[in-house]
């Protein structure tokens, strides 16, 4: 009696219903932005038709004239580059030395101080302003670039530690103990081997500190008064005043203030699928 082989296929949905699928929820993630866009070249009497306009009739740059050279967008969109970026690279710094003791050495106590690390993320906003604060007027760093420095600096750090240590345990050690036998040295292998190995790891790491950084209000609100220290989420609340919303200066000001993401994340979109892809081959 001879036997048929019969190929097995395995149940999926249809390749129409994942296509349909996938435009869906890239137009739910889309289309804020896309509101937000057209909103910032609307007039305000089309801000504020019921029903809405989906499509402005005579798009306008009053909006964006308005953010860009009528108010104090330009130097806020300045103090949150520079503070962000020196938050970020702080965090990152600090991280990628804790992450790797953690990482690659066993000492006494290991465990509680990587509970310690995590409790600090743990916190609640509320409960840390206030020491903050009197650090910070005590250091006279209030109203300084320094002071929001730090501040996003401790905020970011202890997940970025975890992550990146999470991620140099993923790295093999034999590569790191051929290289000690070939006469490198500890710092020698972290620079040479495990940090070059470990771009995703690193990227996502500035991706999250960046990002924080950019779009923390409180802290800002609290620790920079002075306009030659605000940033631009402090900005956008300037927009809104007790008995009016400039809505389409606050929607200009938010694509603004958005742009930096955007270009951030499509400059490191090759390193985020390279992680995905290292995590998912990996063995």
């Known amino acids: 009696m001879s036997s ?4 097995l296929k395995r149940p999926g949905l249809p390749t129409w219903l994942v296509i349909v699928g996938s435009v869906l929820l890239v137009f739910v993630c889309l289309f804020p932005f896309w509101w937000m866009v057209l909103s910032s070249i609307k007039t305000l009497r089309e801000l504020y038709t019921v029903p809405p306009i989906w499509w402005p009739g005579v798009p306008t740059w009053d909006n964006y004239r308005k953010v860009l050279f009528e108010s104090n967008i330009p130097r806020y ?8 970026l020196g938050s970020t690279g702080l965090a990152l710094i600090l991280a990628i030395f804790a992450s790797y003791g953690f990482a690659r050495f066993n000492f006494k106590g290991k465990p509680l101080l990587q509970s310690l690390v995590l409790v600090g993320q743990l916190l609640p906003t509320a409960a840390i302003i206030v020491p903050l604060f009197i650090t910070l007027r005590v250091l006279g760093l209030v109203n300084t670039y320094w002071g929001l420095i730090l501040v996003y600096m401790i905020i970011t750090l202890p997940l970025s530690v975890w992550m990146l240590t999470s991620y140099f345990k993923n790295i093999p050690v034999e590569l790191e103990e051929a290289a000690i036998i070939d006469g490198a040295s500890r710092l020698g292998c972290l620079f040479r081997i495990t940090l070059p190995l470990s771009l995703p790891g690193l990227a996502s790491v500035m991706v999250y500190a960046f990002v924080t950084t950019w779009n923390e209000f409180i802290f800002a609100l609290c620790f920079a008064t002075d306009s030659t220290v605000k940033t631009l989420p402090i900005g956008l609340a300037e927009f809104s005043t007790e008995f009016n919303t400039d809505w389409g200066a606050v929607m200009a000001a938010s694509v603004v203030m958005t742009l930096p993401i955007a270009v951030l994340f499509l ?4 390193l985020f699928v390279g992680g995905l892809t290292a995590g998912a081959t990996k063995g």
């Open 267 to 270: 400059s490191l979109q090759r």
């Open 77 to 84: 969109f300045l103090n949150s580059v520079v503070i962000s």
């Open 4 to 7: 048929k082989t019969q190929t």
